[in-house]
């Protein structure tokens, strides 16, 4: 049975704030937590509006080697899927499947 509702695919251009060192999951996947920072203007019932927020992210297996090695501070297109921190939790951490550099 298909219980698919549509697509959860996010994207963001923020910066990469903080990163927590790799752990490993029970398998021995790494796993590494992040902070991105994320500042715009966007347009809402034809009002201008600035969005300064922060985001919780984690990326796992070869993305969080990836993540790892990528540079504090710098500008980047995060690309994943949104999902619960945990089974009953309600709040919401950004799962990162790509990154790539913004000039």
């Known amino acids: 049975m298909n219980t698919a509702r549509g697509d959860n695919s996010f994207q963001c251009i923020a910066i990469l704030a903080e990163r927590d060192i790799v752990r490993y999951s029970p398998a021995g996947i790494p796993i590494v937590a992040a902070r991105l920072s994320h500042t715009s203007e966007q347009t809402e019932a034809g009002i201008s509006r600035k969005v300064d927020l922060e985001l919780a992210a984690v990326a796992a297996g ?38 790539e550099t913004i000039d």
């Not at 070869?62 to 945990?86: D, N, P, T």
Request: aromatic share 14%; charged share 20%; hydrophobic share 45%.
């Open 62 to 99: 070869q993305m969080a080697q990836q993540l790892e090695k990528a540079q504090l501070g710098a500008m980047y297109l995060f690309s994943g899927f949104m999902a619960r921190k945990s089974r009953n939790s309600k709040t919401l951490v950004f799962h990162l499947t790509e990154f």
